[in-house]
Nanobody, 124 residues
Framework: QVQLVESGGGLVQAGGSLRLSCAAS????????MAWYRQAPGKQRELVAV???????NYADSVKGRFTISRDNAKNTVYLQMNSLKPEDTAVYYC??????????????????WGQGTQVTVSS
């Protein structure tokens, strides 16, 4: 299928920046959209930002103007540049991708994959 590997999380002070990366690998035919979600302790997972294959983007209101999502289609990689970080941005960040792939029976099928998650901690 399709695997997603994230990197770039860590500990940063409020007002600082981090850049997350997520690389997709596998028997992909296409990746239609890639997104970042986050889940803070005791809270539901929420959508942070999404980008389509054509480059259209959408952001959660809480991160607009501070976070930027981008992708490198040639590398099947999505990035999340996070600036002006706040303690409330502390969460595990998950990469998500949807698209199509070639199955073991050589059929074209859809996929929706998640990364393993990367911790982002913002100290006050």
């Amino acid at each position: 299928q399709v695997q997603l590997v994230e990197s770039g999380g860590g500990l940063v002070q409020a007002g600082g920046s981090l850049r997350l990366s997520c690389a997709a690998s596998g028997s992909m035919l296409s990746i239609n959209a890639m997104a970042w979600y986050r889940q803070a302790p005791g809270k539901q997972r929420e959508l942070v930002a999404v980008i389509t294959s054509g480059g259209s983007t959408n952001y959660a209101d809480s991160v607009k103007g501070r976070f930027t999502i981008s992708r490198d289609n040639a590398k099947n990689t999505v990035y999340l540049q996070m600036n002006s970080l706040k303690p409330e941005d502390t969460a595990v960040y998950y990469c998500n991708a949807v698209g199509t792939y070639v199955s073991g029976s050589f059929a074209r099928e859809g996929f929706r994959s998640w990364g393993q998650g990367t911790q982002v901690t913002v100290s006050s």
